[in-house]
Structures are given as C-alpha cells and as structure tokens.
Nanobody
Framework: QVQLVESGGGLVQPGGSLRLSCAAS????????MGWYRQAPGKQRELVAA???????NYVDSVKGRFTVSRDNAKNTVLLQMNSLKPADTAVYYC??????????????WGQGTQVTVSS
C-alpha cells in the first residue's frame, strides 16, 4: 500500500502565498509523474501542475507564472509553491502520483485533499 500525506493548505489573503507538500510512503518501487489537481465547488477536478521523473513540468494556463511545482526524489515528495494567490484559486487541492511496480504496471494514487481559501 501507498500513502500520500498532504500539508500546507489554509486561508490566505489575495496576493499572498502558500506552499503545499505531499509525501508518499509505503510500498514504492518507482515514481513517475507527480502532480496537483484542484476542485472548486460545483466544478470538475482539474490538473494544476505536474512534474515528470525527469523534471519536466506543465501547468494549467491560469497559474503559469504564479505557481511552481517541484519534487524531492530522495524524500518522495512533491511541492507546490503558490504565489500571487487569487480568490479564483480557492479549491480543495489533491496530490496525485503515478507509480510503477517492478513488473512495469502503473498505479495512480490520490492524497486526501487540502483546502486552500483565498479571501480578504
């Protein structure tokens, strides 16, 4: 089994910053991509940012230039630095990791979600 533990959400004023962290533990052979999704009330879950095992990144257009995704492979951790936050960024943020087992089969895991609220 694999567990993902997220931290770092909270309430912040517009223009402020937050840093989300997600640590994976358990029966991990190899981690492929790691990323963050978010879901606002009444909306579908969307990909916010992702990072490959090689360090390649991609972002949803609405966060480009404001958010930065990074990973620490030694700690099986993915981070999301969020700057210049806007009320539209308010959502539950979910960590997602794509793992491979020794046979090459791939599995996706989700974190429990952490609330980010941007409000004055």
């Amino acid at each position: 089994q694999v567990q993902l533990v997220e931290s770092g959400g909270g309430l912040v004023q517009p223009g402020g910053s937050l840093r989300l962290s997600c640590a994976a533990s358990g029966n991990i052979f190899s981690i492929n991509a790691m990323g963050w999704y978010r879901q606002a009330p009444g909306k579908q879950r969307e990909l916010v940012a992702a990072i490959t095992s090689g360090g390649g990144t991609n972002y949803v257009d609405s966060v480009k230039g404001r958010f930065t995704v990074s990973r620490d492979n030694a700690k099986n951790t993915v981070l999301l630095q969020m700057n210049s936050l806007k009320p539209a960024d308010t959502a539950v943020y979910y960590c997602n990791v794509d793992l491979s087992d020794p046979g090459g089969a791939r599995f996706g895991y989700w974190g429990q979600g952490t609330q980010v609220t941007v409000s004055s």
